[in-house]
């Protein structure tokens, strides 16, 4: 059947123009095509594995930062003690302080008081005693003219003020 | 390929239709002949009858094989010219020389040497005519028995062929410029249709078959790839660019086999060698019975390809015309109504099938030369 024989000037024409074919695609198409192809998919590769990377940066630094804040706001926490504590301290010293320096001035104050009522007391005396005296002489003066007597009277007031 | 499930319904359904078509065919096909036998019968010798009968083998025939002028519209054609080596000189002339003769009724003679044309066919003339005319001595089947010489006319398949090759680097290389000027950016035009059906042809034909040594052998599979593919499709046209039956000549596959089959012997490693000749892991009369059959191995493979795609190229044309010419056996306008629907299907299976076809020989010559090229560990 003529369908299965080849022709001899097909085969030949066909021959040179496919290896041509081949021959200027590989070199000016095939190559520099393939070459572009690969060379896109890469750099979007590497696209994607920096965009990777940059991702767990941040996941990182993200992790990092939180980390610090806890820190700090433990430190804070530590300060906010110390600085309680202290202040607790102060105010009790002061008041302890305060304390005793009131129960020092008021034992002064007693004491002084004490002085005070004494001196008093010991003026009245003696004023009372020189009123007494005054008043004995004018008595004494105007109701008594007999010496004995006199003593006598004396004597005995003098014993009762003693007594008193 | 992934494409099954997107045809899977309405293809059955197709396929049922078009077998109720066909049988019914059958059916009407078998009757026509009944009557035509019957017919004859009444006429006596019928040669009238006979004559007038639309010989629907020989019409598709006619149009799938090549030929020296390239049919335009009706009655005309274009005369392409002929070049010949015919007793070691080169002799030229155009088809017109013949006058639309395809019988061997008018001789051309050239540099004082005789030719006729017969079937597509150029014959050195016999001296005188035969009873009907014919400058050729006809065998008992009435085939030509006159000499031959070296025909390397520009016919139709060889101009389809130079055409084919020109459109193919007019395509790529544009594309391949553009990725120059469009370095690192992401495909437009032309390239982002093209780049897909590259990138296929890397990831699903080469690098199963060839892995890591698939770089090699790419350019040659791009190449036979859009070749045919290009080509299938082409065959499809019906009019000038195209009409040609270019991948369903048997000389391209032919060639385009020879290819994949001299790529595969030139990068046989010896371990390729080593399982055609000596198998290794069976027992020594085995190793001696296969030899035989791996070396016979050797070269159906490339003939498989060769036939494959000539065979599946080739009917898909017939199929359309006879699908076509089913209007002038019944001659009947009423036979248009189904006849070209089918048609239509058909065509649209074909251009399935000019990429399928374009695929296979592509990944066949991908797995034949990763059988030759693989590293057995």
């Not at chain 2, 494409?3 to 197709?14: A, I, N, Q, T």
């Not at chain 2, 007793?87 to 639309?100: A, E, G, L, P, Y």
């Not at chain 2, 109504?337 to 399935?352: D, K």
Request: contains cysteine; glycine residues 4%.
């Amino acid at each position: 059947m003529d369908l299965l024989i080849p022709e001899v000037g097909l085969v030949v024409f066909q021959t040179i123009a496919f290896l041509l074919l081949m021959f200027v695609l590989t070199k000016f198409a095939w190559k520099p095509v393939l070459a572009a192809i690969k060379e896109r998919e890469n750099s979007i590769d590497d696209a994607l594995n920096k965009a990777e990377l940059a991702k767990q940066e941040m996941a990182r630094l993200t992790s990092q930062n939180e980390e610090l804040m806890k820190q700090a706001r433990a430190e804070r926490d530590e300060i906010l003690k110390e600085a309680k504590i202290l202040k607790d301290s102060i105010v009790n010293e002061a008041k302890t302080s305060a304390q005793t320096e009131g129960a020092k001035l008021i034992e002064k104050a007693r004491i002084e008081i004490e002085n005070q009522k004494k001196a008093a007391l010991a003026e009245l005396k003696g004023q009372v005693s020189a009123l007494s005296l005054d008043i004995a002489e004018r008595v004494l003066r105007s109701q008594l003219d007999d010496k004995a007597k006199q003593q006598d009277l004396v004597a005995s007031l003098l014993k009762n003020v003693e007594l008193n | 390929m992934d494409c099954s499930h997107v045809f899977e319904f309405k293809f059955r359904r197709l396929i049922v239709v078009f077998t109720l078509f066909s049988a019914f065919l059958m059916v009407s096909l078998g009757a026509n002949a009944q009557v035509d036998t019957t017919h004859k019968a009444e006429v006596g010798p019928g040669e009238t009858t006979e004559k007038k009968k639309f010989e629907i083998g020989k019409f598709a025939l006619h149009h799938i094989a090549d030929s020296h002028s390239w049919h335009v519209i009706g009655d005309t054609h274009i005369g392409l010219p002929i070049i010949l080596f015919a007793n070691n000189k080169v002799v030229t002339f155009n088809d017109n020389d013949f006058h639309h003769d395809n019988d061997a009724k008018v001789v051309v003679e050239k540099d004082g040497q005789r030719f006729v044309k017969m079937h597509e066919k150029i014959y050195f003339a016999s001296a005188a005519a035969n009873e009907h005319g014919q400058y050729v001595d006809l065998d008992e089947k009435h085939h030509a028995k006159n000499a031959r010489p070296l025909d390397f006319s520009l016919t139709k398949n060889t101009c389809t062929l130079l055409l084919s090759v020109v459109v193919l680097l007019v395509v790529f290389l544009s594309v391949a410029n553009s990725y120059k000027k469009r370095k690192g950016k992401s495909p437009k035009g032309l390239q982002s249709w093209l780049e897909p059906v590259i990138l296929f042809v890397r990831d699903d034909i080469a690098k199963p078959n060839l892995g890591h040594k698939h770089e090699r052998f790419m350019p040659y599979l791009l190449t036979v790839f859009f070749f045919i593919w290009f080509n299938n499709m082409l065959g499809l046209v019906p009019f000038l660019p195209g009409g040609a039956n270019l991948t369903g000549n048997i000389a391209v596959t032919m060639v385009l086999a020879t290819m994949t089959f001299l790529i595969t012997v030139f990068n046989g490693n010896k371990h390729y060698w080593g399982h055609i000749f000596w198998m290794p892991g069976v027992p020594v009369p085995m190793k001696i019975f296969l030899m035989p059959l791996e070396l016979i191995g050797i070269f159906t493979k490339p003939i498989a390809l060769m036939i494959r795609l000539f065979a599946n190229i080739t009917a898909g044309h017939i199929l359309v015309l006879a699908l076509i010419c089913l209007i002038f056996v019944f001659n009947s306008y009423w036979v248009t109504a189904a006849s070209i629907p089918f048609a239509m299907f058909i065509g649209a299976i074909e251009l399935m099938v000019a990429f399928i076809q374009a695929f296979i020989f592509t990944i066949l010559s991908a797995l034949f030369i990763g059988m030759a090229v693989e590293e057995h560990h």
